[in-house]
């Protein structure tokens, strides 16, 4: 005969299961960090704001541990264990699980902010288009698709006025800002220095 111990132990295991799993479905869960808002830092590098990683007394890391922790507790019931014995036992494997869990999700979390890092003297010589206007002296923003990030705002500077939805070349990095011009512009640049180029290479 299954003792009440049991079912409880599997009670304990089943709910924290099915929180965990509703959790996962309607993307709650919350590993102790903040969510992806771009933020800029030092005009170096573009930080998505997951700062200071997983927190191990973070919800689904507790309800790992309780899943685990019903689950070996019910094992052990149904085989007979010590009944003084077992939740130390369930304890300790629970523990080791949700430590396992935590480290993958640690992992995760250092790939994926290493992953997003958007170097801005990396999108020199790539083109962006212009998201709030910029005026000389006063920054402005612009958006392009990056391999990290996807559509990725950065703020950006120029000596010319530029309105929305301009298109813009990016030629340097000033501080915490890329330096724009105007696409058309950069293009006319960089044909009369090919002309240069061409006139040199023939005398």
């Not at 996807?150 to 000596?159: D, K």
């Amino acid at each position: 005969m299954i003792d009440w111990v049991f079912y409880l132990y599997a009670a304990i295991a089943l709910a924290s299961l099915v929180i965990l799993i509703i959790m996962m479905i309607f993307g709650g869960l919350d590993f102790g960090f903040d969510g992806p808002d771009v933020d800029v830092d030092a005009g170096i590098d573009i930080d998505i704001g997951l700062e200071g990683g997983p927190g191990f007394l973070s919800l689904p890391i507790l309800l790992a541990f309780f899943t685990g922790f019903g689950g070996i507790g019910a094992i052990l019931t149904y085989y007979g264990v010590n009944a003084i014995a077992t939740p130390f036992i369930a304890g300790i494997g629970a523990i080791l699980i949700a430590s396992i869990l935590f480290l993958i999700i640690s992992y995760a979390f250092k790939y994926f902010q290493s992953d997003s890092t958007v170097r801005f003297n990396k999108l020199i010589g790539r083109r962006a288009s212009v998201s709030v206007p910029i005026t000389p002296g006063n920054e402005g923003q612009i958006v392009l698709f990056t391999e990290q990030r996807g559509r990725t705002l950065v703020p950006a500077v120029s000596q010319r006025s530029l309105p929305t939805n301009a298109q813009v070349m990016i030629t340097g990095v000033s501080g915490d800002a890329v330096k724009v011009m105007l696409y058309s512009e950069w293009k006319k640049k960089m044909g009369k220095k090919e002309q240069k180029v061409s006139k040199k290479t023939k005398r």
